[in-house]
């Protein structure tokens, strides 16, 4: 048993990043999936069939950094490598654990190129470093947009630990934005605003090209200081970091924050009225021109075939 990676999972349902998790973490060896939650079953039996995995362990505990903490420190001395995404919860318990086992981790690995040897950004994405983990237990977050998701077919069997793991935290309630639209971490195309859409209504817009593309929608962060898109569409450095196969910049100048959250789009597609704008200047495609005159026009173009 080698690898030990901590499901990502929310509101009872495993999250679309967990196969890329495995995807990463199968690099490294046979992986154990580990579910902590107050209902795993469910979970679990999704985690169950991702390929790659050997076997899926659950806690039944409520999900606070310290139970999640508490039950891969039981786990862990199993284990060569002990793994989670460098999503908030993986953030959150990934650093405590390591004070515990007194071990550096490793966190935002982007690439596996060895057993010991990782590579993942630094100074907010301008740079990658490699780093070699000589540790004898390697703590590490991958980025799950930065991996292809493993397959599913499996039929992994499913230990239930009864671990006693104990919070002095307590769950009181969790406030979510309902969307019906893909993860924006894990989507295969996003399209991101940005302040120039001048309002919450500009969103809507975006939003149903959104929807005509199958799209996850983003925004810059100066358009969500500006109250035009919620919160948690924020993409860059202080947002989500995303990975899709094509990213539709919309009216976005491409500051080095934005950017820092885009570097693993394989294709960029950029409107905006200044072709002078950074973001254009990397974009793979170019639309240069007025967003408000564009977008309705690609609207009825997609919805025409
Ligand atoms: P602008 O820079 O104002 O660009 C607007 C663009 O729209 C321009 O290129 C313009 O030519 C174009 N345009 C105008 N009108 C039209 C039109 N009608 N049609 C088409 N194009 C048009 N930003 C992030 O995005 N994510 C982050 O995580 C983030 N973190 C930050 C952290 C820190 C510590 C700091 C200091 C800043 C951070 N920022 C972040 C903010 C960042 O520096 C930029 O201010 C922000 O990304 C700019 O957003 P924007 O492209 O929407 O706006």
Avoid at 240 to 247: C, F, Q, S, T, V
């Amino acid at each position: 048993m080698s690898v030990l990676l901590l499901a990502d999972h929310d509101n009872g349902a495993l999250s679309p990043a967990t196969a890329r998790l495995v995807a990463a973490a199968s690099e490294l060896g046979a992986v154990d999936i580990l579910v902590v939650a107050e209902n795993p079953a469910p979970i679990a039996a999704e985690a169950a069939k991702i390929a790659g995995v050997h076997q899926v362990i659950t806690v039944t505990a409520p999900e606070t950094a310290e139970t999640i903490t508490n039950s891969l420190e039981n786990l862990a001395q199993r284990y060569r490598n002990v793994t989670a995404s460098a999503s908030s919860v993986g953030k959150d318990v990934i650093p405590r654990l390591a004070a515990k086992l007194d071990i550096q981790p490793v966190t935002d690995i982007v690439e596996i190129l060895g057993p010991n040897r990782f590579t993942r950004p630094i100074y907010a994405g301008n740079a990658l470093e490699t780093v070699e983990d000589r540790q004898a237990t390697h703590l590490l977050t991958f980025r799950a947009s930065a991996f292809r998701p493993a397959a599913s077919g499996n039929d992994a069997p499913i230990e239930t630990l009864d671990l006693s793991v104990t919070s002095a935290a307590r769950f009181l309630a969790a406030h979510r934005t309902d969307s019906d639209t893909p993860d924006l971490a894990t989507a295969q195309i996003v399209i991101g605003g940005g302040v120039s859409v001048g309002s919450a209504e500009g969103f809507q817009l975006i939003e149903k090209l959104g929807k005509t593309l199958g799209a996850a929608v983003g925004a810059t962060r100066a358009a969500v200081d500006a109250g035009y898109a919620p919160n948690d569409w924020q993409i860059g450095q202080t947002g989500k970091i995303i990975a899709p196969d094509l990213y539709i910049a919309i009216g976005i100048s491409g500051a080095l924050q934005h950017l820092a959250g885009i570097q693993g789009a394989k294709k960029i597609f950029a409107i905006n009225t200044d072709p002078e704008s950074p973001l254009v200047k990397i974009a793979d495609v170019a639309l240069i021109g007025d967003l408000f005159e564009i977008i309705p026009q690609l609207i009825a173009e997609l919805e025409r075939l």
